[in-house]
């Protein structure tokens, strides 16, 4: 209970047996309402699929990890990176004890770069002028295809090569 993290423990089939009051919480449930609950019934139906996967990988080597997609209580996905662990006591059934981070926040920043990433890209290899970035050592740390031909290189051939050496 005392996690800052999403703990959990499920069955063999994906049914929640427990979660902690912060897993809950976080995303807008309350213990009752999950426990007892199937991890798909909380996930989007695009990643059903991929229960069944997880729960074969567990079953075959004890442990699995990755990320998980769930919906919180107003259906926004969350996206959980978790490391689980099959527990096998004489005494009980076997279970999943699992633990998770919210690393929403950190997946949408990165999408973010990548698609300001890839906007700056096509910019930069579809203009006729030749543009070039070096940093404090005079490497080159940027270069569009128009300044590379002007070179007589490949865009790859230059970068991180000292263009003071290559251009006297």
Known sequence: EGSLGMVCTHDLKGVLLSVNTHGAESLGRTVDEMTGQSLISFMPAEYHASVANYLRLIVATGEAQGRLH????????????????????????????????????????EDKLRALIHQSNSILESVGDGIYGVDLDGRV??????????LGYKPNELLGRNLHELVL
Do not use: H, W
């Open 70 to 109: 769930i919906c919180d209580k107003d259906g926004d996905v969350r996206v959980i990176a978790f490391r689980n662990k099959l527990i096998r006591l004489a005494d009980r059934e076997p279970y999943v004890l699992g633990f998770g981070v919210d690393i929403s926040e950190q997946v949408r920043a």
């Open 141 to 150: 740390t940027v270069v569009n295809p128009a300044a590379a031909q002007m």
